[in-house]
């Protein structure tokens, strides 16, 4: 990736940004299968040459914890995603599992989301908010609760090494346009947008930070800062706080719009979900 010269103002006063070398060839091997960590970028994404999973900038100590799900801490939720999946909640006396009798079934789901449906954007949260309130007569889950990440994550393991592929063209098209525009944007006291530090400048630190391309392939993440699973919105929310610009709502029309450009960005790296970050 080599040397970046350039640093905005911002940035540097965020913290000394300089350039950092990440490990290109260190290889994700879970379970004997090859995670796509590095590849070309899609034709769409114009200032990028090749895409990179976020585990590529994270230390040794932080890349080993994804190596062997005995050691990912994110299991510890998965368990308590099964367990939720089995659990009969609302009016109509059903589980997840009534009507899904195998998770597996959820396979390459994760890999197309955000989606369209019925014309709408979509993304994973809403789907099962869905199922829970029109199928489950259940209260919805809080989007980026620890419930719904510890499902969705149960629900993305399922196309873990799967290529992410969300749509971006056809009825897809005015919501990744809109995603790509909030992508460009500046925002907040610091004046910068997504791409001034995720395509700008990444493979350079950021205080004690290694800026990556901020995929969202490995999501939900457990993230080592926090010690629980993560979900894409609530991440881009942290992003948003961190350049003091007043971030928009999880689950809001501009968010959405902003996971299926973000996600598109990443089409070609595999699903890792779930994820460790610091
Ligand atoms: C001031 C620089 C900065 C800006 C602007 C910024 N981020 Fe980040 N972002 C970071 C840092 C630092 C991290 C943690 C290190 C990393 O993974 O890059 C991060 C992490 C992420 C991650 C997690 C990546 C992973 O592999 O888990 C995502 C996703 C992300 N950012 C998306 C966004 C989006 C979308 C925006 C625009 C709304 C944005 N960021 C704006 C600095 C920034
Ligand atoms: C009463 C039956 C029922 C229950 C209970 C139910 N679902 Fe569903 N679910 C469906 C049906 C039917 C669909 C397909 C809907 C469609 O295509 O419009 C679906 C679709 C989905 C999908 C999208 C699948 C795909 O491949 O597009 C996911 C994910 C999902 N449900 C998750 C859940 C979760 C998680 C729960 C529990 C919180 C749950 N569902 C509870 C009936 C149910």
Redesign the pocket.
């Known amino acids: 990736m080599g040397f970046k010269p350039f640093v905005t103002t911002?940035?540097a006063i965020?913290g000394m940004a300089f350039a950092a070398q990440a490990d290109e060839n260190a290889k994700l091997v879970i379970d004997g299968q090859t995670m796509i960590t590095q590849t070309k970028a899609p034709a769409f994404v114009e200032n990028l040459d090749e895409i990179y999973?976020?585990?590529v900038?994270?230390s040794d100590e932080t890349q080993a914890l994804q190596l062997d799900d005995f050691d990912n801490p994110g299991f510890v939720f998965l368990d308590q995603g099964i367990d939720l999946f089995n659990t009969v909640d609302g009016s109509e006396g059903k589980s997840c599992a009534s009507c899904h009798e195998n998770v597996e079934d959820f396979a390459g789901l994760r890999a197309k989301m955000p989606r369209i449906k019925d014309g709408k954007l979509q993304t994973m949260e809403e789907q099962v908010n869905e199922c829970r309130t029109t199928r489950m007569g259940a209260e919805p889950w809080k989007y980026s609760g620890s419930q719904m990440t510890a499902v969705t994550a149960l629900i993305s393991l399922q196309s873990r090494g799967m290529p992410v592929d969300v749509a971006v063209d056809g009825a897809a098209a005015p919501f990744w346009e809109k995603g790509k525009e909030?992508?460009y944007t500046r925002?907040?006291q610091?004046d910068?947008?997504?791409?001034?530090?995720?395509e700008d400048?990444?493979d350079t630190m950021?205080?004690a930070?290694?800026?990556?391309?901020?995929?969202?392939?490995?999501?939900p993440?457990y993230?080592l800062k926090n010690a629980k699973l993560?979900s894409?919105q609530g991440?881009?929310k942290?992003?948003?706080k961190?350049?003091r610009?007043k971030?928009f709502k999880e689950g809001s029309e501009e968010f959405k719009a902003?996971?299926l450009y973000?996600a598109s960005r990443g089409n070609g790296l595999s699903v890792e979900s779930p994820?460790v970050?610091?």
């Open positions: 911002a940035l965020m999973s976020g585990w900038f994270r909030i992508y925002y907040g610091l910068l947008a997504c791409a001034n530090c995720h400048n990444y950021i205080r930070d290694h800026l990556s391309q901020g995929q969202v392939n490995g999501f993440t993230r993560n894409i991440r881009f942290g992003c948003m961190n350049v610009a971030p902003l996971e973000v994820s970050r610091n």
